[in-house]
């Protein structure tokens, strides 16, 4: 019988020590779930710890790089141009007649080759300044000119730089063969002494599920007429299948001209402002400061909004607040507002 009792104790002493062994086995499995679960949702967390100001496109990279804002020609000879459909916003308005001409604003991409370039306006020159850009141009207005001599914002100009950091092209005639590589850009703003390391101000961006919930009118195809001659008219048609909007203008589809890439956006903001002529060229003062009427057009929908300068910025605003952009790319249309935004714009849900 001692020698049972003594087999007993052993074999229950070897179960407890088993079951002590399962248990702690089983404490350790559990102490590291919470440790990945933290782990996982941190990765959630910084999986786009940075996000590109112009576009709201998010990155891991931290974005410390100043914005390059460009005059693209765009006469009928200039098209298709080179480096629009890297552009994370354009500008377009009214230079001279009837012919628009863009502003096109880079950061998240760097086109290898941007043009052709043309001459600056002093109203362009203040929307690139609105976003601490380097101002880029070949030419200028009176008015412009004086602004860029007295160094009102830093600029490489093909005035000064033609045959070095500008280049012509033997295909196009001038006005419309100069051009200008990302390359040279950078050259230009190091031999100026430019620093090229800020970012600049950011705009309002909504997320993924707010897109899905964008309302207002059908707009899935829009028509700005600039003027009876439909020099500068463009279309913009939404592609459903991939949620961006395609540019037309002379019956042709906006492309690049070194790849054939489409002119995609994902934001299509067009704005009314007051034009004055002021000489026989046709040159104009525009009003980027007072605000007015608007339309936002996004994801085949079009609201009335209305615009307001935000420290140099054009921007949404509905009642009283900043209505924010699809992430993405934009661009932003300005009309006169003789004849004014409801006879400049057309809207077909076809």
């Not at 203040?126 to 008015?143: I, R």
Request: some cysteine; overall charge negative; aromatic content about 8%.
């Amino acid at each position: 019988m001692r020698k049972w009792a003594v087999a007993v104790a052993a074999i229950l002493l070897l179960l407890s020590g088993c079951n002590k062994k399962e248990t702690s086995s089983e404490a350790g499995k559990k102490e590291e779930i919470p440790v990945k679960t933290e782990e996982k949702e941190e990765a959630v967390k910084t999986s786009d710890p940075y996000y590109y100001p112009l576009t709201g496109i998010g990155t891991d990279t931290k974005i410390d790089e100043r914005a390059v804002a460009v005059m693209v020609n765009n006469h009928p000879k200039a098209r298709p141009q080179s480096g629009l459909n890297q552009a994370d916003i354009v500008y377009e308005l009214l230079a001279e007649g009837d012919i628009t001409r863009f502003l096109a604003v880079f950061q998240s991409e760097k086109p290898k080759n941007i043009g052709p370039v043309r001459s600056a306006r002093d109203y362009y020159v203040e929307l690139a300044k609105g976003l601490d850009a380097l101002y880029v141009a070949h030419g200028w207005s009176e008015e412009a000119k004086a602004k860029l001599e007295n160094e009102h914002i830093d600029n490489l100009n093909g005035m000064i730089y033609d045959g070095t950091l500008f280049k012509r092209s033997t295909t196009r005639k001038a006005p419309h063969n100069s051009y200008i590589t990302y390359e040279n850009i950078l050259k230009g703003a190091e031999q100026k002494n430019y620093s090229m390391e800020e970012s600049p101000p950011g705009f309002t961006f909504m997320s993924e599920e707010e897109r899905g919930k964008i309302t207002g009118n059908d707009a899935n195809t829009v028509k700005i007429t600039y003027s009876k001659s439909g020099t500068s008219d463009s279309v913009y048609e939404y592609d459903s299948a991939l949620r961006k909007y395609k540019r037309f203008s002379g019956g042709e589809q906006s492309v690049d001209l070194d790849t054939n890439e489409p002119v995609l956006l994902d934001n299509l903001f067009i704005v009314e402002a007051v034009h004055k002529i002021i000489d026989s060229y046709g040159r104009r003062d525009i009003d980027l400061k007072s605000g007015g009427k608007a339309y936002l057009v996004q994801m085949g929908k079009v609201q009335e909004v209305e615009w307001a300068n935000k420290d140099g910025r054009i921007v949404p605003i509905k009642n009283g607040a900043e209505v924010p952009f699809v992430q993405g790319k934009t661009w932003v249309n300005v009309v006169p507002t003789n004849p004014g935004l409801e006879a400049s714009v057309s809207f077909n849900a076809q």
